[in-house]
């Protein structure tokens, strides 16, 4: 079966900017077209949105290295996001905006997403675009009821919203095989095809690696052989254009398969994730459009647990690598949003609606011994969000404005493996959101935004996965359970400057500000591999950034930016000693700089460097920062033989390539350089 798999050929490659911005080309404009970007729910140009929108086409997608498969990695050469992806096989535990990036919202054609599970499980072969919007969405966008992970996530801090293939203007077939470090072994797939108003694609991939130690020295990983994975993929999506106007019906439907181990005998991991969206669009007239959209996400973790324990003489005992119990989460998380757009006056947009989410969340252990199954937590979340809000465009100046109102309730039937004494707790809560933005010239644009947030602590921040009475203790790992957590509000500020000195150079400036009263954050348990969810206090983060992109020509093209940002405590009644403390996994300086470069001969090479300052895993005055380090990646293709309509090519992308092997949050860090390489033909 894998030596099938493996058999299979190639990707679509393609050179083009590293990066597209809100400010594009005239002619790249045209050529994109009206696209649904984030801060509006109808087809326009990013241009005539409020907020900074950055744009990464498909094109685009194909020339940069996700050394981690995350596609947070995607978004990381923008300004102000930073990946901070632990492994192959872990999530990414970055930053957006200033905050963690729970402060993100993360969806799927405008539906939301999980940021650690669906960014590791979702495949990039799928997507048309990515859109990048930064500041507040809080309006539009719900927070999304994870109760995994770091919990409940919220767009505070801005959205990114992939954007699924949809029209199909010829039939073709992509695939590629690979093979790099570690004994890597890998293969894609994809085929689209249009069949009378039915447009649709399907895809397909599979890796497996013998990997490579991920910890740092004394890590609780404790590994003690290379740990093994496999994952596959498997996808579709059909759009059934239903008139010429533009109503459409569309499925799709994603499944990862995730299986290996964490280095020991028994130590084995088996995850299943499941993510379908459907949709329906009704252009009702010129100026009335209606959209109704459902989706469905399932995520299902399994992993054991041995008895791992050393003698005086740091030896590792055999007994103890004995199967002790399977661990398991299972979370479903159910969206759906129904909207309607009026163009009201001659170009305002009044967009109005509802969306509702309902999720499921369960943990359990599963003894060895005995083969009884425990359970430890047992919830629901439900919220139903009413909205509304207008733009108005007047000339050269568009305001907007806009307002929501939560409903959320969560209702508990086991905390810790027992009936909880008060289970269940509802909010509700009105947020706002408001801009302007002042397209002075083609060449000059200038936006400011506002917005609110409310998030309420996640059943895992509540419940957690271990006893509290087993904090600290360094022979047991997981998260410990805060009862007396509170709920968080937040406020978010931008401004900025778009600039356009010539024709293909585009120069943006941002500053922001960022209040939160009670901030729910992450935080590692010192000297214990634990987690911990606690209210830091009010805290602020503000910050700027600077960002440059340059097409000089066919041949080159380049970017850089740099993002500052100081995240503290500003006052915390209940510990004052937190007072001044760093908001962990933010780091203060980011830089990212690529170029593009296109030779004769079908030869291309992309060349990205990213260097970040430390970041903290604990919010404290005591706490010391991770190392800062610097990653540089590159990409390097050449075409073999493009001939009617058949394009075979060769590739190399060799990761981290001045081989830092730096400390991440968690005692996980990066294994260093490594590098993969195949054929891809596309017909």
Request: proline letters at 4%.
């Amino acid at each position: 079966m894998k030596r099938l798999l493996v058999s299979a050929l190639s990707i679509f490659l393609v050179g083009a900017p590293v990066v597209a911005d809100d400010e594009a080309d005239a002619a790249d404009v045209y050529e994109m077209g009206e696209v649904i970007i984030t801060g509006s729910k109808l087809p326009q140009t990013p241009g005539n949105v409020t907020q900074k929108i950055s744009i990464i086409t498909a094109d685009e997608l194909g020339s940069l290295v996700l050394g981690n498969g995350n596609l947070a990695e995607i978004l990381s050469y923008t300004p102000g996001n930073f990946a901070n992806v632990l492994s192959r096989n872990d999530a990414n535990w970055g930053s957006s905006g200033g905050l963690a990036h729970t402060y993100k919202g993360y969806m799927l054609d405008g539906l939301p997403i999980d940021a650690f599970v669906d960014l590791q499980s979702l495949d990039s072969w799928a997507f048309q675009r990515v859109e990048d919007q930064r500041g507040s969405a809080s309006v539009l966008y719900p927070t999304y009821l994870a109760m995994d992970f770091a919990g409940n996530q919220s767009p505070l801090a801005g959205t990114a919203n992939f954007i699924l293939k949809e029209r199909v203007a010829s039939t073709r077939t992509s695939a590629s095989a690979y093979y790099g470090s570690y004994n890597t072994i890998g293969g894609r797939f994809f085929h689209q095809r249009a069949a009378g108003n039915l447009h649709m694609f399907v895809g397909s991939h599979y890796e497996g690696s013998d990997y490579t130690d991920y910890g740092t020295e004394g890590s609780w990983l404790n590994m003690i052989d290379n740990p093994e994975y496999k994952k596959a993929k498997l996808y579709m999506r059909g759009t059934y254009f239903l008139n010429d106007s533009g109503q459409r019906a569309s499925l799709y439907a994603h499944r990862t398969w995730h299986n290996g181990d964490a280095g020991r005998p028994t130590r084995g991991f088996g995850h299943a994730y499941t993510t379908l969206n459907a949709g329906y669009t009704n252009p009702i007239s010129d100026r009335v459009t209606a959209s109704a959209k459902i989706g469905y996400r399932d995520y299902v973790r399994r992993w054991e647990e041995d008895k791992f324990e050393r003698n005086d003489d740091g030896d590792i005992i055999p007994e103890s690598l004995v199967l002790l119990r399977e661990d398991g989460v299972d979370q479903s998380v159910m969206p759906a949003d129904l909207s309607l757009s009026i163009i009201t006056g001659e170009s305002n947009v009044l967009t109005a609606g509802v969306d509702y989410q309902h999720a499921s969340y369960e943990t359990s252990s599963e003894s060895a011994e005995s083969g009884e199954t425990t359970i430890g937590n047992d919830a629901t979340a439900t919220t139903i969000g009413f909205y509304a809000q207008e733009e108005l465009r007047l000339d050269a100046l568009i305001l907007r404005a806009g307002a929501r109102y939560n409903i959320i309730s969560h209702d508990i039937d086991l905390l810790q493996g027992s009936p909880p004494g008060d289970d269940s707790n509802s909010w509700n809560k009105v947020l706002y959101s408001a801009g302007g933005r002042y397209n002075h010239s083609d060449e000059l644009a200038v936006y400011a935004n506002i917005g609110t947030s409310f998030k309420a602590p996640s059943l895992k921040s509540v419940g957690g996965t271990i006893p509290l009475e087993s904090k600290g203790d360094s022979t047991l790992s997981g998260h410990v359970p805060n009862p007396d957590i509170k709920p968080e509000s937040g406020t978010s500020f931008d401004v900025g400057v778009n600039f356009r000195p010539q024709d293909g150079l585009q120069v943006g400036l941002r500053g922001f500000n960022i209040l939160l009263a009670d901030q729910i954050v992450q935080r590692a348990v010192p000297a214990a591999p634990q987690s911990e969810d606690i209210n830091a206090g009010n805290t602020t983060t503000r910050g700027a950034e600077v960002e440059v992109t340059h097409r000089l020509d066919e041949r080159v093209e380049w970017f850089a930016n740099y993002t500052f940002t100081n995240a503290e405590v500003t006052e915390n009644t209940e510990d004052p000693s937190k007072v001044g403390a760093k908001i962990n996994f933010v780091p203060e300086s980011s830089i990212g700089v690529g170029v593009h470069l296109t030779f004769p001969q079908g030869l291309r090479a992309t060349v990205t460097v990213q260097s970040y300052s430390g970041i903290f895993q604990d919010v404290s005055t005591e706490a010391e920062a991770l190392p800062g380090y610097t990653l540089v990646n590159a990409r390097i293709q050449y075409g073999v033989r493009t001939q009617d309509g058949y394009d075979l090519s060769l590739y190399l992308e060799p990761y981290n390539i001045t081989n830092q092997t730096f400390e991440m949050p968690w005692q996980f860090q990066d294994p260093g350089f490594s590098v993969n390489g195949g054929l891809m033909v596309s017909f």
